[in-house]
């Protein structure tokens, strides 16, 4: 168990896990909870610090989720962000109005007490808004610690009964000092030490599911990418041999990638574990004959996987556990599920309904990228996997225009590899930022000229990209004496390809792949 944690009371504000992430920042460990968790629990729990987030409510609406007013009176440190500020307003006899417009964005504060809340922050500085309703009067006993334009208490807080609230969002990074202030609260309000490490989520997330899963039996799809190779290592270490790793070889793979996740995980690897490698190549090749829709190749790919997958299972019999590589960043995208389907992504998320087992197990569900890749490194994987560039469940089929063959996956493998290879050899990955790169087949043959010989070949596409959340991307400025390298090597090693294009497309209005 932690000694040391921030509980963070969750009212149902868009970004909560990002409060999380800030708090485990400061090296602190925080877990969050339902707004309702009971006052019993809270106490056995023990929290160094509470925090209340935002939401979408107003405290007037029906229902509006609120606290037990008890839990002002554990003497437990509390920090309200946002609605959570208008909830501790509230409750304890201050006033909260609902505001003609919402204020939304960066605004300018003047911080006008001198508070522990707001140790080494400028007296004038820039925090993110987003709310309607707001405190125009604050409980008996508090008092006003920074103040906006537009809003008369930005800040409040009761500094005997150590309760701070803040009407913007001190976990963003448009809020500038936010990360300050939060780990004001965390470290010399809440009295933390700050020693909590990522080993310790290794830690205790081996100690808790060795306690789950006993001797049960459990299977995990590995695709080879980042976040399934964390959890199934994390999993080898709590199950050994009773987890098996099942890993589809759709042969749309990378060149060598395939025997590259049989050498990390097979036999001679490095882990405890069962590994079976399917290779269903020609299955697939076979399904996606004459086939040149890009949706209706990725649903093919996708469908063909889970049945494969199905297969193995059946042959594997019930399991107690299945285990998923999700990360944060997938839950939250998920949850959108309103927007308009650009692209149906192939992320075994179909498999729930084919395997006959008891429960998902998702150990690596509230971290980001960047932390699952730490918890790579702590468990010894080697890093040429935990930096993996993101690479789409359909593989090379969404990066070769038009109909899939054989051929056509073994030019683009070759192809791919060099442009790969080339940027190995330099720092451009790190001076260019590059968030994604690799070659893709373009559906077109044009002319060229090889010695003497007329040749009629394909082109072939240089694609790389920059970009912190995959959603919109710039196209990356790699020097063009290395394109030129690229290009050359391509062109006469391989056969097939007598032409390269770079892709200068940033997103939108292009996507980062090509179907
Ligand atoms: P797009 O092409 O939509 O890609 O701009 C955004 C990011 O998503 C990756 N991608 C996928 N990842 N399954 C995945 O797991 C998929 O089906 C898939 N399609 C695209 C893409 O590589 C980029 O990082």
Known sequence: MQEEKILVLDF?????????????????????HPFNM??????????KGIIFTGGPNSVFADKAPLVDKKIFDLNIPILGICYGCQTIAYLLGGNVKSAKSS?????????????????????NTI?????????????????????????????????NKKIYAVQYHPEVLHTIE???????????????????????????????????IGNGKVLCALSGGVDSSVAAVLLSKVAGKNLTCVFVDHGLLRKNEGDEVEK???????????????????????????????????????????KVFEE??????????????????????????????????????????????KEIIEPLKLLFKDEVRKVGLELGIPESLVYRQPFPGPGLGVRIIGEITEEKVKILQEADYIFREEIRKTDIDKKCNLSQYFAALTNMKSVGVMGDFRTYDYAIALRAVQT???????????????????????VNEVKGVNRVLLDCTSKPPATIEFE
């Open 178 to 212: 936010g990360m300050k202030m939060l780990s004001n609260f965390v470290l010399d309000i809440c009295e933390c030490h700050g020693l909590w490490k990522m080993d310790d989520f290794v830690k205790n997330t081996i100690e808790s599911l060795k306690e789950k």
């Open 264 to 306: 990390i995980f097979g036999p001679k690897g490095n882990y405890d574990l069962n590994f079976i490698r399917v290779n269903a190549s020609q299955r697939f090749y076979d399904k996606l004959k004459g086939i040149t829709e890009p949706e209706q190749k990725r649903k093919i790919i996708g469908a063909e996987f889970i």
């Open 38 to 47: 009971p006052l019993v629990d809270i106490i056995e729990y023990n929290p």
């Open 127 to 159: 925090v993110w808004m987003s709310h309607t309703d707001y405190v125009e009067e604050v409980p008996k006993s508090f008092e006003i610690s920074a103040k906006s334009f537009n809003c008369p208490v930005a800040a409040m807080e009761n500094e």
């Open 12 to 32: 149902g504000g868009q970004y909560n896990q990002l409060i999380a992430r800030r708090v485990r920042e400061c090296n602190v460990y925080c877990e969050i």
């Open 103 to 123: 204020e939304y964005g960066k605004i300018n504060i003047d911080i006008i007490k001198d508070s522990k809340l707001f140790k080494d922050v400028n007296k």
């Open 468 to 490: 912190s959340d995959f959603m919109t991307a710039d196209w990356a400025r790699i020097p063009y004496d290395v394109i030129d390298i690229i290009s050359r090597r391509i």
């Open 312 to 357: 193995v299972a059946n042959k594997i019999g019930a399991v107690d556990y299945l285990v998923q590589g999700t990360i944060y960043p997938d839950v939250i995208e998920s949850g959108l599920g309103k927007s308009a389907t650009i692209k149906s992504h192939h992320n075994v998320g179909g498999l729930p309904s084919v395997v006959n087992f």
